[in-house]
């Protein structure tokens, strides 16, 4: 258990327990050895009053150890900053205990100084605290202890033990010796004899502690020392009403309760002031409850409304409400259960006065400590009512904290009068009929538009509630009561959009509902958009049916690849910029208001670690918006609330980026409720919210940062296909077009090409015709094709059909697919593409295993880890399927379907680009397919949803 004293030492005390001292190494404080306890009592017990008292026994575990108990005492020790006690292990797990469990709870004050008094003044500084009249003549004694009570404040004062040690008396018998609470103990030792007045008798006990050669002799000398316990109820009430005292003194005397006898000489006794001491056995008030830990609910599972004083203070729309309170007590559950009584009273208007409600106050008891005690208004409240409540808390040991502060609530179950009233703010979308006269479809989905919600008369009006097409509800507040709102509204149906508000008071009593009707056009086109194939050059221009902003390109970032190979007939080749992270950028004004609801979207491939930013728009300080690779790689969406550097901003992060591989990032702010979304490969990934941004003047750069009025977080590796739109994308509309897989090969086998060179032509555009081998190795097979078609006819080697170049980028995402028909089983590459010393993958029939197989070499030369999946069932000879494989570079994921069936996935896959060749029929001189006909063969950049690899298998 951890203690807390700060400028005092804890330390462990010689002969067992601890003491806090001080900086002069004076104890202020000390405990001896704990004692544990069970709960046996007499439970054999059979007359009434022997089971009544065991019962009380059973009662009072807590505080005492009934008389059967098994008890251990147990040493405690200080461990650093803490006080450690060891159960004693027997005994908390012995057959015969009897729970609960109780280690005690006193605790041990030592005296702060003691001193004596003589009727002689005679000095007597030997360390013996000396008591009564000297038998020899030096007069009468008083020996005084002062103990310091600060450390019970707040604490109820259950027992209380005043121990001492007799270590001599003149008579052999017992003899009695006083206790007594005197007047304050200013200084250590001798004091005057007109010092510490005794104030007010205590205790009176007796015994005897004779020691030889003092006379008279006893026959059992030396007689043992006795250690003496006065533990009245008046020494209890008296410390009880002194706790928090920093000077108590109590004072040893022979002196009677009535003032007599202090001068009979046989009664002379000696005290060891060592062994003198103070326990107490105290329980700690509960803890005064907090109006942090007070509210008032409409029903019991209502949102809590805090507790609150005057023109804030909580308006309920309920009759019957509930009041909870968290009830917490220092001792913990040490202190027993807890209650709560909670006091209400009702303000009268008239006398202006607060007067106790009638049926309170009310009790919630058998509370835990921290939990709530809760209790409802049982008497009907009236609308227009005022009332205030707080609680106190009790413990079952007799504390009782004090009275928390005051809640105030009023009573409201009226609803605003009138429906509210809903204006277009901006103009763009005007009211329809039934309200409205306009028949035009207006902006667009997606397309954000301003709409103001005013009382209509209606007083008190708090917030409004608001939906569109019956979606989602949102809720905006007044700024003033009974004042308007005016918010941002997306809408997304195309012709008729709903408009739904409510209106509602302080209490939540809501109005009817409203119903505004209003016209929605198609999506617009992007306001900007940048495919970056010229290739060469300094600018970027947008396409013809776009048009808007040409951007420019600044210190020299130079063209590059894009993630697709090679040239299409009629799109031409795919380009993109290649930034260098020092210093290149491009921009373009486009108009962009960035206090309305934009998207940025772009295909991009990093080339480093680190911070770099795709896209922003920049503000004389910063960016408003930020498309970015953050500083652990993460891609993340960033708005910020001002044009201020460093100011507040929301981040949303998705997954971590992988070092040269292309990924579509797509940022989105929807104004209607300040809403982000991020999106990677067209899938979102991560939402959240920004309380306000700003319009940053409408330029957009790609490749840079604005922070603080410096650009930086410059991006180093490629950009490409770059997209900004003045509204929310529609993720199908939008985004699904952008990363849709490219075919980049496509061979239906159905040329049937005789005349040298004998070629499949290339239906996907790429313009990368398949090359048969000499016949018989390679041939037409006529109506052996998939359904009937024709298909290509490999007899093993030399057979195949190739490119003359690579199709498939294949250290990015890509998707292949053949329908296939061998007739051997044997090792057989149905499509492969060649790096210099092996494949990049081979789709294949897998001898060993007699299955289909997808597999991947990691490394081009070398020694390669061959990662692959198999199919599930057995490949079926003479039987044509349909197999496919994808390989997913972001999630570094690969996986095999069989006839549209996905057979495995294998995670961690590593990849690499090949560029040679693409085969059908073979893989890098062998492999061949020995027999078999391969048709319909295809092959994609990106990746295939398992439903469009199921389209592609039954298409064909």
């Not at 200013?186 to 008798?201: E, F, I, Y």
């Not at 009268?348 to 058998?366: C, E, H, I």
């Not at 408009?499 to 509602?504: E, F």
């Not at 000499?774 to 298909?791: C, I, L, Q, R, Y």
Request: some cysteine; charged content about 20%.
């Amino acid at each position: 258990m951890p203690l807390n004293t700060p400028g005092l030492t804890p330390r462990d005390r010689s002969g067992g327990g601890f003491e806090v001292v001080d900086g002069a190494g004076v104890a202020v404080l000390s405990s001896g050895n704990a004692l544990m306890w069970d709960s046996s009592t007499n439970g054999g017990a059979t007359t009434q009053a022997a089971k009544a008292a065991a019962a009380q026994q059973q009662r009072d575990v807590v505080r005492a150890a009934p008389d059967l108990a098994e008890q251990a005492e147990l040493p405690t020790s200080i461990e650093g900053t803490d006080l450690v006690i060891r159960p004693d292990l027997d005994l908390l797990r012995g057959p015969d205990t009897v729970y609960p469990v109780v280690i005690d709870p006193w605790t041990t004050i030592n005296k702060a100084k003691w001193g004596y008094t003589g009727s002689e003044n005679l000095t007597r500084d030997d360390g013996v605290a000396r008591v009564g009249k000297e038998p020899t003549g030096a007069g009468t004694f008083r020996s005084f202890f002062r103990f310091n009570l600060t450390s019970l404040s707040g604490k109820a004062i259950r027992s209380v033990k005043f121990l001492t040690e007799m270590t001599h008396s003149w008579d052999c018998a017992n003899t009695p010796v006083n206790l007594w609470r005197s007047a304050d103990l200013a200084t250590s030792g001798k004091q005057m004899w007109d010092g510490p007045n005794l104030a007010l008798w205590l205790e009176e006990r007796s015994g005897h502690a004779h020691k030889a050669p003092a006379a008279p002799s006893c026959p059992n000398d030396p007689q043992p020392d006795l250690p003496m316990e006065f533990t009245s109820t008046n020494l209890k009430n008296d410390v009880a009403a002194a706790i928090g005292q920093d000077n108590y003194t109590l004072a040893l005397s022979t002196r009677k309760s009535d003032g007599t006898l202090e001068t009979t000489s046989n009664w002379w006794k000696k005290f060891d002031p060592a062994m003198t001491k103070l326990t107490v056995e105290y329980n700690t008030s509960p803890t005064t409850p907090t109006a942090g830990q007070m509210s008032t609910h409409t029903g019991y599972t209502a949102p809590a409304k805090a507790c609150v004083t005057g023109a804030s203070r909580p308006v309920i729309n309920s009759s019957a409400p509930w009041l909870k309170a968290t009830l917490t007590d220092p001792d913990g559950s040490n202190g027993g259960s807890l209650s709560g009584v909670f006091t209400v009273q009702k303000w009268n208007a008239t006398t202006s006065t607060w007067a106790a409600a009638t049926g309170w106050p009310k009790t919630d008891s058998g509370v835990a400590p921290g939990a709530k005690a809760e209790v409802q208004f049982t008497v009907s409240t009236a609308n227009g009512d005022r009332y205030r409540w707080q609680v106190q808390t009790k413990d079952t040991l007799g504390g009782t904290s004090n009275a928390s502060p005051w809640c105030e609530l009023d009573i409201d179950t009226s609803s605003p009068e009138a429906v509210p009233a809903v204006t277009t703010a901006d103009g763009l979308y005007p009211a329809s009929p039934p309200l409205g006269t306009n028949v035009d479809a207006q902006g667009g989905i997606g397309y954000s538009g301003r709409f103001t919600f005013s009382p209509n008369g209606a007083m008190g009006v708090y917030d409004y509630v608001y939906r569109l097409n019956g979606g989602a509800e949102s809720i905006v507040k007044a700024p003033t009561l009974g004042g308007s709102a005016t918010v941002w509204i997306t809408p997304e149906l195309i012709g008729n959009n709903v408009l739904t508000v409510v209106s509602r008071d302080q209490a939540g009593n809501p109005s009817g509902a409203l119903d505004y009707n209003f016209l929605v056009n198609i999506a617009s086109l992007p306001k900007a958009h940048w495919a970056m194939d010229e290739g060469a050059g300094t600018s970027l221009a947008p396409p013809a049916e776009v048009g808007g902003a040409t951007a420019t390109l600044t210190n020299g970032p130079t063209w590059t690849d894009s993630r697709i190979a090679g040239t299409h007939k009629s799109r031409g080749k795919d380009w993109a910029v290649k930034f260098d992270g020092v210093n290149d950028y491009a921009s373009a004004n486009v108009g962009l208001d960035t206090s309305r609801s934009y998207s940025v979207a772009a295909w991009v491939r990093p080339d480093a670690d680190g911070l770099m930013e795709i896209a922003g728009s920049p503000a004389s300080a910063t960016d408003s918006f930020m498309l970015r690779k953050w500083g652990d790689n993460r891609w993340t969406f960033g708005v910020m609330e001002e044009n201020l550097g460093g100011t507040a901003f929301t981040n949303i992060f998705g997954p971590v980026a992988v070092t040269g591989v292309w990924t579509h990032v797509a940022g989105v702010y929807d104004a209607a409720g300040g809403k982000l979304l991020l999106y990677v490969n067209g899938t979102k990934v991560s939402t959240g919210t920004v309380p306000r941004t700003f319009n940053a003047g409408g330029t957009i750069t790609i490749g840079r940062e604005r922070w603080s009025g410096t650009d930086v977080a410059h991006w180093n590796g490629a950009i490409s296909e770059v997209s900004v739109w003045d509204r929310v994308i529609d993720p199908e509309l939008d985004l699904a077009p952008l990363v849709a897989a490219v075919k980049v090969g496509a061979w239906d086998m159905e040329d049937v090409d005789t005349e040298a060179p004998r070629q499949e032509g290339d239906a996907s555009g790429y313009q990368r015709p398949l090359t048969l081998a000499d016949a018989p190795a390679a041939d037409w097979a006529m109506e052996g094709g998939h359904n009937g078609s024709t298909g290509l006819l490999v007899n093993g080697s030399p057979g195949s059909a190739d490119t003359a170049a690579s199709v498939l980028r294949t250290d990015q995402s890509f998707t292949v697919a053949a329908w296939v028909k061998v007739t051997t089983a044997d090792h057989q590459a149905v499509l492969a593409q060649d790096g210099a010393t092996r494949a990049a993958f081979y789709l294949m029939y897998d001898d060993p295993t007699d299955k289909w197989c997808i597999t991947i070499p990691s490394v081009d030369t070398g020694t390669a880890t061959w990662q692959y999946i198999v199919s599930v069932n057995p490949a079926q000879l003479d039987t044509w399927t349909h197999v496919a494989a994808r390989y997913d570079a972001s999630a570094r994921e690969l996986r095999l379907y069989v006839n549209g069936v996905l057979q495995g996935s294998r995670a961690n896959t590593v990849t690499w680009n090949s560029s040679s060749v693409f085969h059908v029929g073979k893989a890098k001189s062998s492999y061949f397919v020995n027999g078999g006909t391969v048709d319909r063969v295809r092959a994609w950049q990106g990746l295939l949803s398992e439903g469009d690899i199921l389209t592609d298998m039954n298409e064909g």
